[in-house]
C-alpha cells in the first residue's frame, strides 16, 4: 500500500536551516509529481510549500518561499525533500507530504518543525 514517511523535524532558531524528507513507497514513485504542505498551529487549512513534478525536471512554489526553500526528489530511494534556508518563526507548522494517485490523496503523518529563540 502507499505510505508516506517523513522525518528531519525539529526546533531551529530563527535564520536557520533543516532538511525534511519523505520516504515513499506503494506506488511508482518517478511516475507521479509530489507536493510538501504546512499546516500552522490553529490553522484547519494545509498550505502548499512546494511542488516537484515527476521527473523532477519543474519546481514550484508561493512566493513567500521563494528563494528560501528547495524540493528534490531522489528517484534512487524513492524520497522527496524539502530543503529549508533562513527558517522564520511564521514558517513553524506541521509539514506533511502528498502524492496525488489517480483522483486519491494520499498523506504522510506529518513532522514538526518549529522555529523559535
Known amino acids: 500500500q502507499v505510505q508516506l514517511v517523513e522525518s528531519g523535524g525539529g526546533l531551529v532558531q530563527p535564520g536557520g536551516s533543516l532538511r525534511l524528507s519523505c520516504a515513499a513507497s506503494g506506488f511508482t514513485f518517478s511516475s507521479y509529481a509530489m507536493r510538501w504542505y504546512g499546516q500552522a498551529p490553529g490553522r484547519k487549512e494545509r498550505e502548499m510549500v512546494a511542488?516537484?513534478?515527476?521527473?523532477?525536471?519543474?519546481?514550484n512554489y508561493p512566493d513567500s518561499m521563494k528563494g528560501r526553500f528547495t524540493i528534490s526528489k531522489d528517484h534512487t530511494k524513492t524520497t522527496v525533500y524539502l530543503k529549508m534556508n533562513n527558517l522564520k518563526p511564521k514558517d513553524t507548522a506541521v509539514y506533511y507530504c502528498?502524492?496525488?494517485?489517480?483522483?486519491?490523496?494520499?498523506w504522510g503523518q506529518g513532522t514538526q518543525v518549529t522555529v523559535s529563540s
Open positions: 511542488l516537484i513534478t515527476a521527473d523532477g525536471g519543474s519546481t
Open positions: 502528498k502524492v496525488r494517485l489517480n483522483t486519491r490523496d494520499y
